[in-house]
């Protein structure tokens, strides 16, 4: 059921998506170089020990970029997330527990980005660096014990978006967050929905 509701949730998103051209029918070349900030919102789920479930989660980033080809650039990147609060399932019988149970992961991100422009409306996107988190959350033992953790560790992701204009765009995306220490596993997935403005 889960899975039917992710499916439906990003066919309606990848369909909002596609209709954006008709809306901006008039074609502008991307500005794909220096400064930028973006933004994703976006629901985010751990599968982990006693996790299954899912939130909304946000992150904020900002950094630079140098084109290295007409349609290739490359780029630098620092950001914050917070990727929500997740109740843990019930060991014994797969029914909700009471708080403190809950997951909390947030943390700060730094690292590299791509874009490869498709066309000049379409491109494509990837991540990947370094991700320094903070959260709290339970242990995978028979017998649980809330921990409250800090590390570093790596976070990756892509996406596919849309030029409305030369230095705005929106996109869909997809982001993992490894975080995980002491066996508590708050390793986070986020599929998101952005938007990104170029100086």
């Not at 059921?1 to 051209?21: D, E, I, N, R, W």
């Not at 973006?38 to 140098?66: C, E, F, K, M, S």
């Not at 992961?105 to 996107?125: C, I, K, M, Q």
């Not at 959350?137 to 560790?153: A, M, R, T, V």
């Given at each position: 059921?889960?899975?039917?509701?992710?499916?439906?949730?990003?066919?309606?998103?990848?369909?909002g998506?596609?209709?954006?051209?008709?809306?901006?029918?008039?074609?502008?070349?991307a500005?794909?170089?220096?400064?930028?900030?973006?933004?994703?919102?976006?629901?985010?789920?751990?599968?982990?020990?006693p996790?299954?479930?899912?939130?909304?989660g946000?992150?904020?980033?900002g950094?630079?970029?140098?084109?290295?080809?007409?349609?290739?650039?490359?780029g630098?990147?620092?950001?914050?997330?917070?990727l929500?609060n997740?109740?843990?399932?019930?060991?014994?019988?797969?029914?909700?527990?009471?708080?403190?149970?809950?997951?909390?992961?947030?943390?700060?991100?730094?690292?590299?980005?791509?874009?490869?422009?498709?066309?000049?409306?379409?491109?494509?996107?990837?991540?990947?660096?370094?991700?320094?988190?903070?959260?709290?959350?339970?242990?995978?033992?028979?017998?649980?014990?809330?921990?409250?953790?800090?590390?570093?560790?790596?976070?990756?992701?892509?996406g596919v978006?849309?030029?409305?204009?030369?230095?705005?765009?929106?996109?869909?995306?997809?982001?993992?967050?490894?975080?995980?220490?002491?066996?508590?596993?708050?390793s986070?997935?986020?599929?998101?929905?952005?938007?990104?403005?170029?100086?």
């Amino acid at each position: 059921m889960k899975m039917k509701k992710t499916l439906l949730a990003l066919a309606l998103a990848t369909t909002g998506l596609l209709a954006v051209p008709a809306v901006f029918a008039q074609s502008t070349p991307a500005h794909s170089d220096g400064w930028f900030i973006n933004g994703n919102v976006g629901r985010t789920a751990i599968n982990q020990g006693p996790y299954d479930g899912h939130d909304t989660g946000y992150a904020l980033n900002g950094g630079y970029r140098w084109s290295l080809a007409p349609n290739f650039s490359l780029g630098a990147e620092v950001g914050y997330n917070d990727l929500g609060n997740i109740h843990a399932k019930n060991v014994f019988n797969s029914q909700p527990v009471i708080a403190p149970g809950k997951s909390q992961l947030h943390g700060w991100t730094v690292g590299a980005n791509a874009r490869y422009d498709l066309s000049p409306d379409w491109y494509v996107g990837g991540r990947a660096g370094l991700y320094s988190w903070t959260g709290h959350g339970l242990s995978n033992d028979i017998n649980p014990i809330n921990k409250s953790l800090s590390s570093n560790s790596w976070y990756a992701g892509a996406g596919v978006g849309y030029n409305l204009t030369s230095n705005l765009s929106v996109g869909l995306n997809y982001d993992y967050f490894d975080a995980s220490k002491r066996n508590v596993d708050l390793s986070t997935d986020m599929v998101s929905v952005s938007a990104e403005y170029r100086f």
